[in-house]
């Protein structure tokens, strides 16, 4: 089984750029304390590490 990765929101995106806040969108994200699981591919990596101020990042088996 693939390797994933559960992203959480630990802060608002309210004031921060448009860019930040459409990559939170993008990853499914939308309010504080909400979890997604994504396979641990390198599009969605880099999308965490964009917003990885935000958000709260843990491999998963």
């Known amino acids: 089984m693939?390797?994933?990765l559960r992203i959480t929101q630990v802060k608002s995106i309210v004031g921060r750029p448009r860019s930040l806040?459409?990559?939170?969108?993008?990853l499914g994200l939308k309010?504080?304390?909400q979890?997604?699981?994504?396979?641990d591919?390198?599009?969605?990596?880099?999308?965490?590490?964009k917003v990885s101020h935000?958000?709260?990042?843990?491999e998963i088996e």
């Open 54 to 58: 935000l958000v709260r990042v843990e």
């Open 31 to 33: 309010r504080i304390g």
């Open 41 to 49: 591919r390198p599009e969605i990596r880099g999308m965490a590490r």
């Open 35 to 39: 979890s997604v699981e994504h396979e």
């Open 2 to 4: 693939a390797p994933k």
């Open 21 to 26: 806040r459409l990559t939170i969108r993008a």
